[in-house]
């Protein structure tokens, strides 16, 4: 079964620094998605960025990139120039690459973004 | 392009009682998924419809939980009796099958509370 864990459960980051939240998974998978998603407390859980595992290339969306280690089996999120409306629970997820699966979630990483 | 409804937002019951959440995708999505948050941790996803037909229910609590999707459209998730663990969020999720991605939308969930 594939596992995903945050090591973080609260991180605080400084209004226009740069922060990194970690996430390891495990899997005999070779081809799957990974994702993080940010869920404010709205609770609307919205997709951040997305990586397919058989890109070398990591993913960038605008101020968030990601560092997608296949070998180690490691995606860390880092948010650049942080704003204040960053600030919520970030989750890593892990999907296989068959159409449909389920996404597994880890337990979450709590980010401050402090003023 | 309207996003994934869900109602109630807020429940609160006791125990034994029996509760329903009420989901509606977002237009043309065969894929919806039904997930658990507790409180401090990942959502956990509980059953995933194909169209009208269930595709993954290995996670869902049989003797207590039921869903049916009629229509291959709206979906109810029943609980019956409820306990009190089972407070946690409901988040309904869908997706547009047979792209890359299979992107899963989130609907801003129910807070149940189970006193």
């Known amino acids: 079964a594939q596992t995903v864990t945050q090591s973080q459960p609260e991180m605080s980051v400084q209004e226009a620094e740069t922060v990194t939240l970690s996430c390891t998974y495990d899997?005999?998978?070779?081809?799957?998605?990974l994702f993080w998603y940010k869920q404010p407390p709205s609770r609307q859980m919205i997709l951040v960025i997305r990586?397919?595992?058989?890109?070398?290339q990591n993913a960038t969306e605008n101020r968030f990139s990601v560092n997608f280690q296949k070998a180690a089996k490691s995606f860390s999120l880092k948010i650049s120039d942080s704003q204040l409306g960053d600030a919520a629970m970030y989750f890593c997820?892990?999907?296989?690459?068959?159409?449909?699966?389920?996404?597994?979630f880890g337990e979450g990483t709590q980010l401050t973004v402090n003023p | 392009e309207a996003g994934v409804a869900q109602s109630p937002r807020y429940k609160i019951i006791e125990k034994r009682q029996s509760v329903a959440f009420w989901c509606n995708p977002i237009?043309?999505?065969?894929?919806l998924y039904w997930y658990q948050q507790i409180l401090g941790q990942g959502p956990k996803l509980l059953i995933q419809?194909?169209?009208?037909?269930?595709?993954?229910d290995s996670q869902l609590p049989k003797d207590r939980f039921s869903a049916e999707r009629l229509k291959g459209v709206d979906s109810t998730l029943k609980i019956q009796p409820a306990k009190l663990e089972d407070s946690a969020v409901y988040l309904c999720?869908?997706?547009?099958?047979?792209?890359?991605?299979?992107?899963?939308?989130f609907g801003p969930g129910t807070r149940l509370t189970v006193l």
């Open positions: 999720a869908s997706s547009l099958s047979g792209t890359l991605y299979n992107e899963q939308f």
């Open positions: 997820a892990y999907r296989r690459e068959t159409s449909g699966s389920r996404l597994t």
């Open positions: 990586q397919e595992a058989y890109k070398q």
């Open positions: 237009s043309g999505h065969a894929t």
């Open positions: 899997t005999s998978e070779s081809d799957y998605y």
């Open positions: 419809f194909q169209n009208n037909g269930v595709v993954d």
